[in-house]
């Protein structure tokens, strides 16, 4: 059982270490599993790919590191963050490697899917950290973990000085050495978390394999996976379409687009942290409430197209321009950064705080769905590319999405209101 040790603050560093340096490992993750918004457009420009096959081939990493999340986040509540976080990213590391030696387009995509195992590593640092925590401070751990998301800014400023270097080839070797070496420190810094440590002083088994899925029949567990679909979904899903995005619509060259994606991606990770902090205090549903909400506004903002118009004034025909330019984009593009980067951190308050026995399982599902959309939304925006012929139709696409988002939990809060009898909410429920 998690619970008991979960409520009882450790008495040494070791909740300090064990979070330090799962940050630091998640963030070689990130930037690994993020290696194809830069070396992608390369790729494309070599081999010829439409739009929605260039949406494919960033969204297949995606796919790989949000399918085996649960499966990662269960293993790691039987068997230890310590032994699974190191056997994800070695395994992480020779699939990028063996990239740099993919010569066709159906070489990478099968490539593309062991690079993706970098990003499974999110559920095992969930599972992983939030055991060393009580639950008063799991919001402000779990959300300075997520901060390791700044690995897909890592990526954006670095690998196009790389590439224009020694071609994306390199990269890809250069990224997986760094894994392999992340692999390393970890497994000689780290140390068992508490329940694990626990368990083998009392030769206690592990829960059966089956039991572990068991919260997984609750449908607040598949809300909470809409949010996080969009508030993670749509960051990575941005994080790699946002060089192309500039580069097609701005004319930007790979190196300012990048630098530019960098600083999208930026608050919408190192901002995570304050959101666990303010999910702590004020609670997790109000802070989903200012994520949908401006999270709409700003979607709503980006999926005006530029266009022309013409309106018949008293003294005739007057024409209209209207166009969110470079500069706007940076503003609002950073604004919808930063509170997606809370809601990202209010999502995963929940799971500890519900499920504190199936942090694994649950924690898996959520992030699984959450990845899925940074694999089918990128594949969807070239897709939406193709058919509209308009830019901004991916923003018009997310606005839907936070809508939709947005209109569930409150109908769900208003539900849970009445079934209370008029009794308040804790903050953090949903």
Same mark, same amino acid.
């Given at each position: 059982m998690t619970a008991p040790f979960q409520a009882a603050p450790s008495q040494d560093n070791a909740p300090a270490r064990a979070l330090a340096i799962s940050t630091l490992a998640?963030?070689?993750?990130?930037? !690994?599993?993020?290696?194809? /918004?830069?070396?992608?457009?390369?790729?494309? +420009?070599?081999?010829? @790919? /439409?739009?929605?096959?260039?949406g494919l081939l960033i969204g297949t990493p995606i796919l790989t590191g949000s399918l085996v999340r649960i499966v990662l986040g269960v293993w790691t509540d039987r068997f230890g963050g310590r032994l699974v976080y190191t056997a994800t990213m070695l395994a992480a590391a020779i699939a990028t490697f063996l990239l740099a030696f993919a010569q066709t387009y159906a070489q990478m995509l099968v490539a593309a899917l062991g690079v993706g195992l970098a990003g499974g590593s999110f559920a095992v640092g969930v599972a992983y950290v939030s055991r060393f925590f009580p639950s008063g401070r799991q919001g402000t751990a779990l959300g300075i973990f997520g901060v390791g998301n700044v690995g897909a800014?890592?990526?954006?400023? @670095?690998?196009?000085?790389? @590439?224009?270097?020694?071609?994306?080839?390199?990269?890809? !070797?250069?990224?997986?050495?760094? @894994?392999?070496?992340?692999?390393?420190?970890?497994?000689?810094?780290?140390?068992?978390?508490?329940?694990?440590?626990?368990?083998?002083?009392?030769?206690?088994?592990?829960? /059966?394999?089956?039991?572990?899925?068991?919260?997984?029949?609750?449908? +607040?567990?598949?809300?909470?996976?809409?949010?996080?679909?969009?508030s993670f979904g749509a960051f990575v899903a941005l994080a790699l379409w946002l060089p192309r995005y500039l580069i097609g619509v701005y004319g930007f060259d790979i190196v300012t687009a990048g630098m530019i994606g960098a600083a999208y991606s930026i608050p919408a990770s190192i901002f995570r942290a304050y959101g666990g902090v303010l999910s702590d205090r004020v609670g997790a549903r109000t802070v989903m409430y200012w994520t949908f909400g401006m999270s709409a506004i700003a979607t709503l903002i980006l999926s005006l197209p530029t266009a022309d118009y013409v309106v018949r004034g008293i003294s005739g025909p007057m024409s209209f321009h209207f166009e969110v330019g470079p500069a706007a984009f940076m503003v609002v593009a950073f604004v919808l950064g930063f509170f997606m980067s809370l809601g990202k951190a209010a999502v995963y308050k929940h799971i500890p705080a519900y499920y504190p026995d199936n942090v694994g399982a649950v924690g898996g599902v959520v992030g699984m769905i959450g990845g899925l959309g940074g694999f089918i939304l990128p594949i969807a925006f070239g897709a939406l590319n193709d058919l509209t012929g308009l830019w901004s139709s991916c923003f018009m696409l997310l606005f839907a999405i936070v809508v939709a988002s947005l209109v569930w939990m409150h109908l769900s809060i208003r539900r849970l209101s009445r079934d209370s009898a008029g009794e308040p909410l804790p903050l953090t429920a949903q």
């Open positions: 998640f963030t070689v993750c990130f930037a !690994v599993w993020t290696i194809f /918004s830069i070396i992608g457009v390369r790729i494309k +420009q070599e081999l010829g @790919l /439409s739009e929605t096959q260039f800014a890592i990526t954006k400023f @670095l690998a196009p000085f790389v @590439l224009l270097a020694g071609g994306w080839q390199e990269v890809a !070797v250069i990224w997986a050495a760094c @894994l392999g070496f992340m692999a390393f420190i970890f497994w000689f810094g780290s140390e068992d978390d508490p329940v694990i440590r626990q368990r083998r002083i009392q030769g206690a088994q592990p829960r /059966s394999f089956w039991s572990e899925f068991a919260p997984l029949r609750n449908v +607040q567990v598949w809300r909470f996976g809409l949010y996080y679909f969009f």
